[in-house]
Structures are given as structure tokens and as C-alpha cells.
């Protein structure tokens, strides 16, 4: 993966739509990483007994969904400056699986810092599941 550089980049440039695949067994392995073995992300009945429709993502998944994204359009994990979110709407992950698209929109530049500005948008759906999503880059 190379690095994006700085002066290829302007503002408004746009990347995505990009769909990242979210299945049941995607939730289990992220609730052994995490720890977060919160029954809502895996068993269906304790789910829709708490009132959701289904069984939801775990809230940092959809965000890590997400910073892999920018990740991949900027070529360097080590880059992600910061990156801030508020968790809006859960992801519903039914028995045949889901996906989150993620796009992206450079809003500013410093050049003094060689740094970018992105607003991302993460929508399972119709549903925009991340809201006031930024995150900072150093581009090279």
C-alpha cells in the first residue's frame, strides 16, 4: 500500500462508496478480541427481548469498519492522526449478514502540517449508523 501525498490531495476530493461485510461470525470473533461479551451482539432472543430488531454490531466494530477505510485510501495506518465519532443508529445484522458503505469527503488542509481533515459517512442501509465522523491524516 503506498502512501497518499499531501499535494495529490485537494479539498472535496471524495473516496467510496466501500461496502465492508458484517456476519454473525464476524460479531463473535470481535466479541473474543474486544472482551465485549454483551449478548445483544450474538444471541438473537436476549437481543430482541431488550428491544432490537435483531442482533447489532458492536458500536467500536462499525468505527473500526470505518478507520479501515481511510486506512486503505490513505496507505498508512500509522497516518490516522485522530478520529472522533458518535454512535447514531445500531447495525442490525440478521441471520444472512449485513454491510456498512463508508465515504469519505476531504474538508480541509493545513498545509503547514501536511495534514487533511475527513469527514466520513457510514450508513448500514438507509441508516447513517456514525454521525460527525473526523478524522485527521498526516499525509506524506
Keep these: 500500500m503506498s502512501r497518499r501525498t499531501f ?3 485537494s479539498v472535496g476530493d471524495t ?3 466501500t461496502e465492508v461485510a458484517v456476519e ?7 466479541a473474543n478480541a474486544s472482551g465485549d461479551q454483551n449478548p445483544i451482539h450474538q ?16 458500536g467500536m466494530w462499525t468505527m473500526g469498519a470505518t478507520s479501515s477505510v481511510l486506512v486503505e485510501w490513505v496507505g498508512d495506518p500509522g497516518a490516522v492522526l485522530d ?3 458518535r454512535f447514531t443508529k445500531p447495525v442490525v445484522v440478521p441471520v444472512d449478514g449485513s454491510a456498512v458503505t463508508v465515504t469519505g469527503v ?3 488542509a493545513d498545509e503547514e502540517t501536511r495534514s487533511v481533515l475527513v469527514d466520513l459517512t457510514t450508513v448500514c442501509g438507509e441508516d447513517k449508523v456514525l454521525g460527525r465522523c473526523q478524522a485527521r491524516v498526516a499525509l506524506a
Design 106 to 108: 476531504v474538508k480541509s
Design 7 to 9: 499535494d495529490s490531495v
Design 15 to 17: 473516496f467510496g462508496p
Design 83 to 85: 478520529i472522533g465519532t
Design 43 to 58: 444471541d438473537e432472543a436476549f437481543a430482541k427481548s431488550v428491544g432490537l430488531p435483531d442482533v447489532i454490531a458492536h
Design 24 to 30: 454473525r461470525e464476524t460479531l463473535v470473533a470481535y
